[in-house]
């Protein structure tokens, strides 16, 4: 705590100079840069987006360009039908309709998304992808806040979004498939970008607090702190806690956020801190067949010792200039720490991981038009990070004698490691014609990982006696250091073949570079993990307009990913995986008359895993990844009978999917559907009831198959009312 006190000090600090140089520029000649959007990062622009549905309406009465969105995205997008990619946002109508109680709630309204969620607050990632876990898992989706990434490069966290301040966000933007040359490693499957509240000094305080079964109960807050001056300091406070549907489960969980902007007339300057504290019961799998639909199963929590407590802090300073020539320049450092704390009651003697970053770095980028037709873009990012991992087994492990003899009490693992990392970028955009536009880019990334044991090299015991049976199951390397080099390059097009209508094409690569855990977290013989970068390779067409009611986007894409990292049967970390991901995703809405509206996000996709592995002597060649459903996707219809009141009704679909790669065991899928309405008073006031899981249905958030336990699953919720009142003053 004494690391986010510091952190918020120099927040503080680096808000009170910004104002002093604020006041200095005001003294002098008065001349100020026009205020540029603070938030964008390489290549954004200033667009903004509602529902398909609603923009449809907005078209038939008269709106005569597509939804603009404020989105990192090509380096001359004015609105949405500019870019060459696919992308979605959600906007704070949506965000504030849905009041998600885990964010998996909100993106189930994106194509291509399908979030598997956990327990309590935790997640499985997949975008444009199967459900992600495992080796070769973590780092494939980049997700960050305001345009900085939540984790540093090599150091992820599979949950990592609960780390973002999700609660009070104006907007997520999701960038769906690779986004190597906007931004870096990471970026492989897509960007999930949440965007905070904003520096307004218009916008209203506000108060909303909400409550539902378990004991969960949570409080959101959000005003201006500095009046008066012109500058203008905004924060917003989250507070929730769970009392848990499974038995000894639940979490608390605070996040705070702070933005700072100079008055008028000063530096185009934004300041931005966030910190946030998760303390969680977690519970486990409940095993067996089919038992997501036992009554007395779906409650149990067969793990009720496992927790994990994860604190989060990020600072960052973003200062736009525009020099004589029209140019912009954008230059955003910051610094994040992070700790967790988790019992990894997954593994056998459940050992305590203990992990630690403290990471510093840059986003820059400058942006110019050079010519009447030709755009450029060039920036460079860079980083430094320190981090830890220590593992320790607190009792002896249970089970077999092989178990407690290759599994002892003490120190595990005990590392850290240094990280520098650096990334040029260049982007280009020709224009030959109002309606056709070229798009072309290329990045370079450069990193390397120091890494130092500060325990005994090998596969012993703490003390350096050996195991029996062969040795200890968790391998520590020697001192060493590794590099990274990765290219990735894009190309793609936009064509208006008629108003409010166009046609995209995109060839982009992403890149994945091995993360630190992969490397030096090793297991049996295996003293050097070998292991090369993974790379994806995509195509994606697709179509996006609208006509009178009617809003619409369809893609079609088809990647191949190369040297994915995954862990044999002797437990070994290895590169030489492949896959295949071929799919099509459908964003729709058609406005029913002024009062009705309706939205379908839908996707169908095909992974199979492509090499030559072997599981228990049978070839994957051909099988389809597991936890990978071809369909999936929701649909809502809305209804305002007047200017105070909405009423949605939404369905979501969770097609039948494989819970093993040999394809053997699965799980059938399942429908919910859910309700939300809100109601305006008068004063300020709004009444807001959401129901969950409306038929009450029985359902499994995740199923899967371990050879060890078979099956085993995440048992859904029963139907949930929850209420939320809300006052702005």
Request: with cysteine; proline share 5%; hydrophobic share 35%.
């Amino acid at each position: 705590m004494r690391k986010i006190a510091t952190l918020l000090s120099l927040s503080l600090l680096l808000s009170a100079s910004v104002l002093a140089e604020e006041s200095v520029n005001a003294a002098g000649d008065g001349s100020g840069a026009p205020a540029l959007n603070s938030q964008q990062g390489p290549l954004s622009s200033q667009v903004t987006q509602t529902s398909l549905a609603s923009q449809a309406s907005q078209s038939s009465r008269g709106a005569d360009r597509l939804e603009a969105i404020v989105v990192t995205a090509s380096p001359q997008a004015k609105d949405r039908g500019e870019y060459s990619g696919s992308l979605s946002i959600l906007k704070d109508g949506d965000l504030a309709l849905i009041s998600h109680e885990h964010i998996q709630q909100s993106l189930a309204r994106i194509p291509g998304a399908n979030v598997s969620r956990g327990n309590g607050q935790e997640y499985l990632p997949a975008l444009r992808s199967p459900v992600l876990s495992g080796a070769g898992a973590c780092g494939s989706i980049l997700t960050m806040q305001d345009n900085i990434p939540l984790f540093p490069v090599g150091f992820c966290n599979i949950n990592e979004l609960f780390a973002a301040h999700s609660e009070q966000a104006q907007r997520l933007e999701v960038i769906r498939g690779p986004a190597g040359t906007l931004h870096g490693a990471g970026a492989m499957h897509g960007v999930i970008n949440v965007v905070g509240i904003s520096a307004d000094a218009d916008a209203p305080a506000q108060v909303r607090i909400g409550g539902g079964p378990e004991d969960r109960w949570k409080l959101n807050l959000r005003g201006n702190l500095l009046r008066g001056s012109g500058a203008t300091l905004a924060s917003a406070l989250s507070l929730a806690q769970d009392g848990g549907y499974r038995a000894q489960s639940g979490f608390d969980q605070q996040k705070f956020s702070l933005v700072f902007r100079p008055a008028a007339g000063g530096p185009d300057a934004e300041t931005r801190f966030s910190v946030t504290n998760l303390e969680q019961e977690t519970a486990g799998y409940v095993v067996g067949e089919d038992a997501w639909r036992d009554p007395s199963l779906r409650r149990s929590n067969p793990n009720p010792e496992a927790y994990r407590d994860v604190r989060t802090a990020r600072l960052s300073h973003s200062l736009t200039h525009i020099t004589q020539g029209g140019h912009t320049v954008t230059v955003t450092p910051y610094a994040r720490w992070g700790e967790m704390a988790l019992l990894q009651h997954f593994l056998p003697g459940q050992p305590l991981e203990e992990t630690e970053h403290v990471s510093v770095g840059f986003r820059s980028h400058g942006y110019g038009n050079v010519g009447a037709s030709l755009a450029v873009s060039a920036g460079l990012d860079g980083e430094l990070t320190h981090a830890s991992l220590r593992q320790f087994q607190v009792e002896e492990a249970t089970g077999s004698a092989f178990l407690q003899e290759t599994l002892p009490q003490g120190l595990q693992y005990d590392y850290e490691v240094r990280s520098v990392l650096l990334s040029p970028f260049l982007l280009m955009a020709y224009s030959p014609s109002a309606q056709l536009s070229l798009e072309a880019g290329l990045r370079l990334q450069a990193q390397r990982y120091e890494y130092d044991n500060r325990m005994l090299a090998g596969r012993t015991r703490e003390d350096g006696s050996p195991c029996g049976f062969g040795g200890c199951r968790y391998s520590r390397p020697a001192d060493r250091a590794d590099d990274f080099e990765n290219w990735s390059p894009s190309v793609g097009l936009f064509y208006d073949w008629a108003p409010q209508h166009q046609v995209f094409a995109n060839l982009a690569h992403g890149f994945r570079a091995p993360q630190a855990t992969e490397l030096y977290r090793l297991q049996r013989e295996q003293n050097v993990a070998d292991l090369d970068s993974e790379a994806l390779r995509s195509l994606e067409v697709g179509l996006r307009g609208r006509q009178g009611p009617l809003g619409y986007e369809l893609v079609t894409y088809a990647m191949e990913k190369r040297n994915v990292i995954f862990r044999d049967t002797d437990f070994f970390n290895r590169s030489g995986g492949a896959t295949s991901h071929r799919g099509a995703e459908l964003a729709l809405g058609y406005a029913l008359g002024r009062r009705w509206s309706l939205d379908l996000a839908a996707s169908y996709a095909e992974h199979r895993y492509r090499d030559k592995r072997l599981l228990d002597g049978i070839p994957l060649d051909g099988n389809l990844v597991d936890s990978a459903p071809r369909a999936f996707g929701s649909a809502r219809l809305n209804w305002q009978p007047d200017e105070r009141s909405q009423l949605e009704l939404e369905w979501l679909h969770q097609g039948r999917y494989y819970t093993d790669p040999l394809n053997l065991h699965s799980y059938p899928g399942h429908d919910l559907l859910n309700v939300r309405a809100r109601r305006s008073f008068d004063e300020g006031w709004a009444l807001a009831l959401r129901v969950l899981n409306l038929l009450d249905e029985r359902y499994a958030e995740r199923a899967d198959f371990s050879s060890f336990s078979g099956d085993r699953y995440f048992p859904g919720e029963p139907r949930a009312i929850y209420a939320e009142l809300e006052l702005d003053f």
